[in-house]
């Protein structure tokens, strides 16, 4: 396992949550980490994006204003602060990395080659 997400818990609508992914040396050569939620039934679907080079960053609209993305370069963190959380986000999330170019193709989870095993989020 080359990502380990954590951070994940359960929270009550309208509360907070931060993941933290730990992404290992190889793979933060890439220069593109998504996070991705999977709820229970569903596609694994792309939340944001974060873009190392350029530090730019795209969100799903689904998340967009609730949901940030950022990375702490010493640590070798990526971090997906998730404000608003609703029942609908309950799922398992997950980090990936991989060298991409294009939106499209980043939010797309089939994209990515580096996953981490994921972290569960539950909101009531």
């Known amino acids: 396992v080359q990502l380990v997400e954590s951070g994940g818990g359960s929270v009550q609508a309208g509360g907070s949550l931060t993941l933290s992914c730990a992404a290992g040396q190889y793979t933060y050569k890439r220069n593109c980490m998504g996070w991705f939620r999977q709820r229970p039934g569903k596609d694994r679907e792309g939340l944001a994006v974060l873009w190392i080079g350029g530090a730019t960053t795209s969100y799903a609209d689904s998340v967009k204003g609730r949901f940030i993305i950022t990375r702490d370069k010493a640590k070798d963190l990526v971090y997906l602060q998730m404000n608003g959380l609703q029942p609908e986000d309950t799922g398992m999330y997950y980090c990936?990395?991989?060298?991409?170019?294009?939106?499209?193709?980043?939010?797309?989870?089939?994209?990515?080659?580096?996953w981490g095993q994921g972290t569960q989020v539950t909101v009531s």
């Open positions: 990936a990395a991989d060298q991409l170019y294009g939106t499209s193709i980043a939010f797309s989870s089939s994209s990515y080659t580096y």
